[in-house]
């Protein structure tokens, strides 16, 4: 139970998602306390889109066998993410399903419930060309575009313990970054904010559209902001073409913001990390998302 105080029009803002294929990367790493980080901050992404602080949290975990420790290890994460976010764990469910998962595999997902007051909501509607398109940077793939990583990288444990001297680090620890969350940077600002995609599965073309109105399209200059290397390495070792990357991966941005010409500098003031990337134009041809 949950008991909601202190809003006068209140608009409850759900979702569920899981972290997909990431979890072969935690696997082989045996690493699992980030991942549990990863499902609160994509979820409260997501949410965040709307105008939408987390309320409370219901988590699922399944499993093969039943590990105490792995399970420890993930609503470990899940408690300091929400901890962060000012969002309550209030239950969930483990389940042991022998039939289904092996003995070492796993599957996590989560819903979250937000709220936002209805005056309030963002919903895209008022974006016109002429808009500013600001992005927020990621710091790698966050939880999506894994079965393409794993693909060109491996997820044994010997792939995901090489070292590239260009990351810094190994490969397991660069695809297990954990996935950014944006709440505390850009409530400030939220009121300055026509409309937000969150950058996840179809990176720019697949996620933009979603908040842009009939008639208008978003244009990026790809020149405006650098890609963490783990991209490049993902796209020369597989030979990806630049246009899937762009399909797959957040390619750098992790979350785009559209506002008017006069709040730009407002915006970049009260949000670290923010940049101009791009600008919204009338809708010449089928495409709603250009990227030069």
Same mark, same amino acid.
Request: glycine share 12%; with cysteine; net charge negative.
């Given at each position: 139970?949950?008991?909601?105080?202190?809003?006068?029009?209140?608009?409850?803002?759900?979702?569920?998602? #899981?972290?997909?294929?990431?979890?072969?990367?935690?696997?082989?790493?045996?690493?699992?306390?980030?991942?549990?980080?990863?499902?609160?901050?994509?979820?409260?992404?997501?949410?965040?889109?709307?105008?939408?602080?987390?309320?409370?949290?219901?988590?699922?975990? &399944?499993? !093969?066998?039943?590990?105490?420790?792995?399970?420890?290890?993930?609503?470990?994460?899940?408690?300091?993410?929400?901890?962060?976010?000012?969002?309550?764990?209030?239950?969930?469910?483990?389940?042991?399903?022998?039939?289904?998962?092996?003995?070492?595999?796993?599957?996590?997902?989560?819903?979250?419930?937000?709220?936002?007051?209805?005056?309030?909501?963002?919903?895209?509607?008022?974006?016109?060309?002429?808009?500013?398109?600001?992005?927020?940077?990621?710091?790698?793939?966050?939880?999506? !575009?894994?079965?393409?990583?794993?693909?060109?990288?491996?997820?044994?444990?010997? &792939?995901?313990?090489?070292?590239?001297?260009?990351?810094?680090?190994?490969?397991?620890? &660069?695809?297990?970054?954990?996935?950014?969350?944006?709440?505390?940077?850009?409530?400030?600002?939220?009121?300055?904010?026509?409309?937000?995609?969150?950058?996840?599965?179809?990176?720019?073309?697949? /996620?933009?559209?979603?908040?842009?109105?009939?008639?208008?399209? &978003?244009?990026?200059?790809?020149?405006?902001?650098?890609?963490?290397?783990?991209?490049?390495?993902?796209?020369?070792?597989?030979?990806?073409? !630049?246009?899937?990357?762009?399909?797959?991966? /957040?390619?750098?941005? #992790?979350?785009?913001?559209?506002?008017?010409?006069?709040?730009?500098?407002?915006?970049?003031?009260?949000?670290?990390?923010?940049?101009?990337?791009?600008?919204?134009?009338?809708?010449?041809? /089928?495409?709603?998302?250009?990227?030069?």
């Amino acid at each position: 139970m949950f008991e909601l105080k202190g809003y006068t029009q209140p608009v409850l803002v759900s979702s569920i998602d #899981g972290v997909g294929t990431k979890l072969k990367i935690a696997e082989a790493m045996d690493k699992h306390d980030s991942i549990g980080q990863d499902l609160v901050n994509h979820s409260v992404n997501d949410i965040l889109t709307c105008g939408a602080e987390p309320l409370f949290m219901l988590d699922y975990i &399944a499993m !093969g066998k039943l590990s105490p420790d792995k399970i420890e290890s993930i609503v470990k994460g899940l408690s300091i993410a929400c901890k962060e976010n000012n969002c309550a764990l209030i239950g969930g469910e483990t389940a042991e399903m022998p039939g289904l998962y092996a003995a070492g595999d796993y599957d996590i997902a989560a819903c979250i419930v937000g709220v936002v007051e209805k005056d309030k909501i963002i919903d895209g509607t008022s974006i016109e060309a002429g808009d500013i398109a600001l992005g927020l940077p990621s710091n790698g793939l966050h939880t999506n !575009g894994y079965s393409l990583a794993r693909k060109v990288l491996g997820d044994t444990p010997e &792939a995901a313990r090489k070292f590239y001297p260009e990351l810094g680090k190994t490969i397991g620890e &660069a695809l297990l970054e954990t996935h950014i969350c944006y709440l505390k940077q850009l409530k400030p600002a939220l009121s300055l904010i026509k409309g937000m995609a969150h950058i996840t599965g179809g990176g720019l073309p697949g /996620n933009v559209p979603r908040i842009l109105p009939d008639g208008v399209a &978003a244009r990026f200059e790809s020149s405006k902001w650098a890609a963490p290397h783990i991209f490049r390495i993902i796209q020369e070792k597989g030979e990806v073409d !630049g246009k899937e990357m762009y399909h797959v991966f /957040n390619m750098g941005i #992790g979350m785009v913001l559209f506002c008017s010409p006069e709040n730009v500098t407002k915006i970049t003031g009260l949000v670290s990390g923010a940049k101009v990337i791009g600008e919204v134009v009338k809708q010449t041809g /089928n495409s709603r998302v250009i990227i030069e």
